[in-house]
């Protein structure tokens, strides 16, 4: 085999493991600490074998698939020592806050002196660099095994449609983790775990900064109550991991299942928009959040909400704010920054606002794009006392863009699609893989682009809500989770054909198969079951709302 690598091309004769056939152009790598590899941009691991012609680069936690690795070692670890430790214990990945994953041993109380032996107990794992070996079994095999063992690791394999069930060895214990793992526990240089709530963290370092674990920093408590509301629903619906939903599914629930799902999306809005009333002086609501959260449904629903209320919602534009062109700031590349809280023309917007309020009556300028210019077409708004505006962007949490306005006259609302669904016990499923999926399918569905390209401006998207929305997020006076248990269900139908349509000649094929590999686990809701004025209809369609 001819492979090109580092820059170098290298001849192979026999099939052998990525890590032996290149183990000089690994040690002489310019990418240090090295987890894993794509190869022919499928990621896989180092013990891989190489058995055609084709290019392989080395990765690392830098890179967002070795974070996902470094990840699933670090919880590997964890598991195996506490499973060491403390037998019985029932471990539950609940959810990732920052550069740690909170959860929680389901029959045990955990206290410090645990944590204490378990936090030593992972230390000697790690620095004895035991092989983490994958066993592939037939599914025949699967279920003799599983006859034998009586355990949950890995078991929602034999409920799909896969020939091959695989399971990570390391000694004589044993899981399923989703994906690609390290090839030994000695890769997992920094981890930690520390008490937390009546769980506890698996502490990881970030991607920018691999070389040291997060000094303790402050969490995001109103996010954390987000997600223990929807978790607490969805554990007493019985329906927190995809096996149980599609239990549900297959004993034909599905109406059932969708009527609750959206039952508490209602109940939420209206609790919301019953806050907004009793503070009696907002005269504005700001919404913010990342990308695919659903934004444009929640605004249109809160003012439904609203209006059962006797409040009558007005809907104004940031948009139509940008500065002149030529004054819009540019990024290191020299490309115009129109992301930034600079790119709004925040003196002319707060003006308009506090004159608003002050039931003067403004005239509204309309942005035009292809100039790069505000216009004024004569659309005149007037504020009525009965009347309250909505106004939803990026940038609505943060207070500079509404500097001149009272906080008392300020309701500002974050929402996000903050998944609280398991593939199983072990396996958590990334609120940002979700948003992503219902990106991708809105962006087939209203405008044009394939799954490709949402796939290469992903990282982009991600970058502006790293720093534009993510760090005010603790601002807002409540917080909406926009997540529905089944939607992964729904838009699978959508968006496994999209993914397919990606081949490895492409750097996001990694990507795509990732996704592909995680949507096969879910059983297929039909579109036709979901009411047209529910949240996901933003994205597939058929919505009765103007999104």
């Not at 499928?42 to 012609?53: N, Y």
């Not at 917007?349 to 100039?371: R, S, W």
Request: proline content about 3%.
């Amino acid at each position: 085999m001819i492979i090109k690598c580092e820059n170098e091309l290298i001849e192979i004769e026999e099939p052998k493991p990525i890590r032996e056939a290149l183990k000089t152009q690994m040690e002489k790598s310019n990418v240090k600490e090295i987890i894993a590899a794509r190869f022919n941009n499928e990621v896989v691991s180092l013990d891989h074998k190489i058995d055609k012609d084709g290019k392989i680069e080395f990765i690392n936690i830098e890179n967002k698939d070795g974070r996902y690795i470094y990840i699933r070692g670090a919880l590997y670890i964890t598991s195996k020592a506490i499973s060491e430790l403390y037998p019985r214990a029932l471990l539950t990945v609940n959810y990732q806050l920052s550069n740690a994953m909170y959860c929680q041993i389901d029959n045990m109380s955990i206290t410090e002196d645990m944590i204490v032996k378990i936090r030593a107990r992972m230390k000697e794992i790690i620095e004895k660099d035991i092989p983490i070996r994958k066993v592939v079994m037939s599914k025949e095999e699967a279920e003799e095994f599983y006859k034998r063992e009586e355990s949950l690791k890995g078991r929602l394999q034999t409920d799909v449609n896969k020939e091959k069930i695989s399971l990570y060895y390391c000694e004589d214990y044993y899981n399923y983790f989703y994906g690609i793992m390290p090839v030994s526990t000695g890769a997992i240089k920094l981890l930690d775990i520390e008490k937390f709530r009546n769980g506890y963290l698996v502490k990881y370092p970030s991607s920018e900064n691999p070389k040291e674990l997060q000094k303790e920093g402050q969490k995001s408590l109103k996010q954390i109550s987000a997600m223990d509301e929807y978790e607490e629903i969805y554990s007493l619906m019985k329906m927190n991991t995809v096996y149980k939903l599609n239990k549900k599914l297959r004993e034909g629930k599905v109406k059932e299942l969708i009527l609750i799902s959206e039952a508490i999306h209602e109940k939420k809005i209206a609790e919301i928009a019953q806050k907004i009333r009793d503070r009696q002086n907002v005269r504005m609501v700001l919404i913010a959040g990342p990308s695919s959260s659903g934004k444009t449904t929640f605004a249109n629903k809160l003012g439904m909400a609203l209006r059962v209320q006797g409040i009558k919602p007005v809907t104004l534009s940031t948009d139509n704010y940008f500065v002149e062109r030529e004054n819009n700031p540019k990024d290191s590349e020299g490309n115009y920054d129109f992301e930034c809280i600079e790119a709004i023309d925040t003196e002319l917007f707060n003006k308009q606002l506090v004159d608003l309020l002050n039931g003067k009556e403004v005239d509204l300028p309309t942005f035009d794009f292809i100039v790069g210019s505000k216009k004024y077409l004569g659309n005149k708004m007037r504020l009525e006392k009965d009347e309250i505006l909505i106004i939803e962007g990026i940038h609505c949490l943060n207070d500079k863009l509404t500097s001149l306005i009272p906080k008392e006259n300020k309701f500002k609302i974050y929402i996000s699609d903050l998944t609280v669904l398991n593939i199983d016990y072990y396996n958590r499923i990334s609120t940002t893989d979700t948003r992503l999926i219902r990106r991708m399918v809105r962006d087939y569905n209203f405008r044009g682009y394939s799954a490709l390209h949402t796939l290469k401006m992903w990282k982009s998207v991600n970058r502006g809500e790293q720093k534009y929305i993510f760090p005010f997020q603790e601002e807002a006076d409540c917080m909406f989770n926009s997540s529905i248990v089944y939607e992964l269900s729904a838009l699978k139908k959508y968006a496994l054909p999209l993914l397919e349509e990606i081949t490895n000649d492409n750097p996001e094929y990694s990507e795509a198969r990732r996704l592909i590999s995680m949507l096969q686990y879910f059983d297929t809701v039909e579109p036709d079951w979901i009411p047209n004025n529910s949240l996901l209809r933003e994205f597939i369609g058929g919505s009765i709302y103007d999104v």
